[in-house]
């Protein structure tokens, strides 16, 4: 709800507060007075885009700021949480205009774009009239309004619902399909890389033994003359033989040496021992360096073909194995992929049929909403002057998507056999003000916080029907918030609250004012309203009696 609108050096306006308040406010003055600088200026802290020339002749800059008040469960809570702006119960918007043109706007003291701002309008206020181009003359949401005349929330949801679950079974598929065409084209390399690796069955750690092997065959050769030489130096020809003589030697004179040979032949037999387990273990060497030319061959030759093998599918050695898993693996999924697709297929098949379900459904309630709908404004517009004209909200077949196939198009035709056509188009000034507030009072839910703010919607009425618009803009804001600019004295009588436009001339200089009414002031107002300058007794009871009324 708009609380308060503060004007500063706005075209005519030099500093001008406004206090407002819930229910059905209405503005009135002579024509030219500056009621429709009011709404430009609102129109401008909003961020709405208009007129350039808003800043006063000889000022430094213009401003203006407005005050809201938010319920708890406001819709601005959410662009304020998402804009990361602080969320309070009153929120202040601010904005100033240079007189070079450059626009600043601030929402509690947060300097923000002028898209926030227009962002936050939307869940503010309302703008119904010839000028509106976003309510009830944008044909896009016609649709949302139309489902919550119907309360159509649970079967919008079921469809989106529906509608989600479509997407995701085709993005399932189309995924499965891509990752299928990949390995289709593939495929050739596939079964001869997993042919050739399961032929050759590398294992891991078999490179290192391998070249492990090859080394040592490769060194055997010269290896061998050296542990034969040693050998040989060790046998009896050499170091065994020697010490077998020197130990029969010395057994020979131990006898006559009186025990001094004693640890000599002891020290010998050891030796003798371990010169025995040395040629052994030699033999043994030499036993184990035999091999047969044609096993270098072949260990080169699976060493060569590993090696080789892996650069060619850049891996290591050791990650062959693995990587012939993980081609198996693709190769298993390309020959099970044609069933995965057929149950893909299906699964998308029947998220449709339920899709398809849904939203029939939907249209159908839609339609029997939009018959209801159709009724109920056609009963609003008689009263308002308008009983030959036909309004229609048009339900058409449009793409699929989260919301059902249907377009919504609120249509008119002003004149019977006349063809429909959009509001905006077929009708204009105060019958097409007349159309939207009928609409709306047939669309208006419970209080969404919203101000409404209707625009010449009293144009060419009067009497009777001035007075019809008057009371349905009452009942209208009986439970919100109305702000009404009007020349009929029925629709200001019908106000809650009262504001009179004067403009004053001093000098060369022209200023706007606006002035609350309450009591005699408000008598003389509408009794002005009614007669003219020349204000009548006649008048003034004239006046009291619409005000009783």
Not at 139 to 145: I, L
């Amino acid at each position: 709800m708009l609380r308060a609108l503060d004007i500063r050096d706005m075209l005519i306006i030099d500093r001008l507060e406004l206090g407002f308040r819930p229910g059905l406010n209405v503005l009135t003055g002579e024509t030219g007075a500056g009621k429709s600088i009011l709404l430009d200026c609102l129109g401008f802290v909003l961020g709405w885009r208009g007129r350039a020339d808003l800043v006063r002749t000889g000022a430094a800059r213009g401003e203006v700021t407005a005050e809201f008040a938010l319920s708890p469960d406001h819709p601005a809570r959410a662009v304020l949480a998402e804009a990361g702006l602080p969320e309070e119960d009153t929120l202040i918007l601010r904005r100033v205009n240079g007189a070079d043109g450059r626009k600043t706007a601030w929402v509690n003291d947060r300097r923000v774009s002028g898209e926030v701002l227009r962002q936050l309008s939307a869940t503010l206020v309302e703008l119904h009239g010839q000028h509106d181009d976003r309510g009830l003359l944008d044909a896009r949401g016609h649709r949302d309004m139309l489902d919550a005349f119907g309360g159509l929330a649970a079967a919008r949801a079921e469809v989106r619902a529906a509608w989600r679950a479509r997407a995701e079974a085709q993005a399932a598929l189309e995924r499965a399909e891509a990752a299928l065409a990949g390995i289709r084209a593939e495929e050739d390399f596939l079964r001869h890389a997993v042919a050739e690796l399961d032929a050759l069955d590398p294992q891991p750690g078999e490179e290192a033994e391998l070249d492990t092997r090859r080394r040592l065959m490769q060194g055997a050769e010269r290896l061998r003359e050296d542990i034969a030489r040693a050998a040989e130096r060790l046998g009896p020809e050499g170091a065994e033989g020697a010490a077998g003589d020197a130990l029969r030697w010395l057994e020979g004179a131990a006898d006559k040496a009186g025990g001094r040979l004693d640890g000599a032949l002891a020290a010998l037999s050891r030796a003798l021992v371990e010169l025995d387990e040395a040629g052994r273990e030699t033999a043994r060497a030499l036993e184990a360096l035999d091999f047969d030319p044609l096993d270098l061959e072949r260990c080169e030759e699976r060493l060569f073909a590993i090696r080789g093998l892996a650069r060619k599918h850049g891996v290591l050695p050791d990650e062959l194995s693995g990587f012939a898993d993980t081609l198996r693996a693709r190769l298993a999924a390309l020959d099970a992929g044609a069933g995965d697709l057929a149950a893909l297929q299906e699964a998308r098949d029947a998220a449709g049929r339920r899709y398809d379900a849904a939203a029939g459904a939907l249209g159908a309630a839609r339609r029997e909403a939009a018959a209801r709908l159709d009724r109920a404004v056609m009963a609003e517009l008689a009263p308002l002057r308008m009983e030959r004209a036909v309004f229609t909200t048009e339900i058409t077949e449009t793409e699929p998507g989260p919301a059902g196939r249907d377009a919504v198009c609120f249509t008119v035709a002003t004149n019977p056999g006349a063809p429909a056509g959009p509001l905006s188009r077929i009708a204009s000034g105060g019958e097409l003000s007349r159309f939207l507030l009928a609409l709306k009072l047939c669309l208006a839910g419970p209080d969404t916080g919203l101000t409404m703010i209707f625009d010449e919607i009293d144009r060419g009425v009067g009497g009777a029907t001035a007075d019809a618009v008057g009371r349905r803009l009452a009942r209208l804001a009986a439970n919100g918030q109305v702000l009404v600019v009007t020349h009929a004295p029925q629709v200001a009588a019908r106000g809650a609250h009262h504001w009179r436009v004067e403009k004053h001339v001093k000098g060369d200089v022209t200023r706007s004012t606006v002035r609350a009414l309450s009591g005699p002031d408000r008598v003389d107002e509408i009794a002005r309203m009614l007669s003219g300058e020349r204000i009548t007794q006649e008048a003034r009871a004239a006046a009291e009696a619409l005000l009783a009324g």
